[in-house]
């Protein structure tokens, strides 16, 4: 549950229940590491339940991301922050259900549902939580999402069993040629991919190299581009964050945070993304057009 002792006594002295670390605010910690007891002493201090940390990373996000050496079931936490209001849609394509639906987490789906957690949000390959659920050979997970998810035209038998064999019928990740690829020849190909202004493509291949490579920085802006071009401005928001994180100091992480910014309509964050990396590159004459 947490040193609740400790957490009181640090509240009573007027600590800021929303101060921010490297890990986020304390209630990020609390739900990554399924603190319940902690958590809702947080919460019970007006702790924000909806803080973004890194661009996409909340509280609930915090506590549906699996912990290998925890073997405890989130739903205490899930259940104490969408009591106190937290946002069960995510951003983008960083949604709460996929999160749970990729760790299996079946105990935690019912409750996402009924606070209005959407289950035909795709992820970032196009998948619905229903598809992630079959491939993974979860049928009660199935089960439990056909009722709630719109039919797709591309699966005729819209049944548990048809849903399943439809995905077994697809072609595996193992068996994709694209997977075969190393990292540098799949970013060349997506360099190649979005030249031709194939940017779906192009997000796939970026993506696949990332998995494999997540420290490369430039995977991410390459991708962010991808999603700027395609109007995609939550996507390309979470990759110039990642940008920010991978590369302290980059002027072009600031340059593709202010473009998102600007597709999002927030002017005011886009200008300040735009000066800072401005600060940080002064003859960026990208940056400086963006700016007038």
């Known amino acids: 549950s947490g040193n609740c002792e400790i957490v009181k006594a640090l509240l009573s002295k007027g600590v800021n229940v929303d101060s921010l670390c490297h890990t986020g605010t304390p209630l990020h910690t609390a739900a990554f590491c399924r603190q319940d007891?902690?958590?809702?002493i947080l919460l019970d201090h007006h702790a924000d339940c909806n803080k973004i940390f890194n661009t996409v990373y909340s509280p609930l996000i915090a506590a549906l991301n699996?912990?290998?050496?925890?073997?405890v079931s989130p739903l205490k936490c899930v259940k104490l922050l969408i009591k106190a209001g937290a946002d069960v849609k995510g951003v983008g394509t960083v949604s709460p259900l996929i999160?749970?639906?990729?760790?299996?987490?079946?105990?935690?789906?019912?409750?996402?549902?009924?606070?209005?957690?959407?289950?035909?949000?795709?992820?970032?390959?196009?998948?619905?939580?229903?598809?992630?659920?079959a491939y993974n050979n979860r049928r009660e997970d199935v089960e439990i999402?056909?009722?709630?998810?719109?039919r797709t035209p591309y699966v005729r038998d819209w049944s548990v069993d048809?849903?399943?064999?439809?995905?077994k019928s697809m072609p595996s990740v193992e068996n994709d040629p694209m997977n075969k690829m190393n990292p540098a020849d799949l970013k060349l190909e997506g360099s190649k991919a979005y030249k031709r202004k194939d940017y779906a493509t192009a997000v796939k291949l970026y993506s696949m190299a990332a998995d494999r490579c997540p420290d490369d920085a430039t995977l991410y802006s390459n991708r962010c581009l991808c999603?700027?071009?395609?109007?995609?401005?939550?996507?390309?928001?979470?990759?110039?964050?990642?940008?920010?994180?991978?590369?302290?100091?980059?002027?072009?992480?600031?340059?593709l945070e202010g473009s998102a910014q600007m597709l999002l309509r927030d002017y005011e964050k886009a200008c300040d993304a735009f000066l800072d990396g401005l600060k940080l590159d002064p003859a960026n004459v990208e940056i400086e057009n963006s700016l007038r």
């Open 145 to 150: 999402l056909l009722p709630v998810t719109s």
């Open 99 to 133: 999160t749970a639906v990729n760790n299996g987490l079946t105990d935690c789906y019912k409750c996402l549902l009924e606070a209005g957690a959407d289950p035909d949000v795709r992820d970032d390959f196009g998948h619905l939580p229903i598809e992630i659920a």
């Open 162 to 167: 048809g849903i399943i064999r439809w995905v």
């Open 227 to 255: 999603w700027l071009k395609m109007g995609e401005g939550d996507q390309a928001l979470m990759d110039a964050g990642v940008c920010k994180i991978r590369r302290p100091g980059w002027a072009k992480a600031c340059y």
């Open 66 to 71: 699996v912990v290998g050496s925890l073997n």
């Open 37 to 40: 007891g902690a958590m809702k």
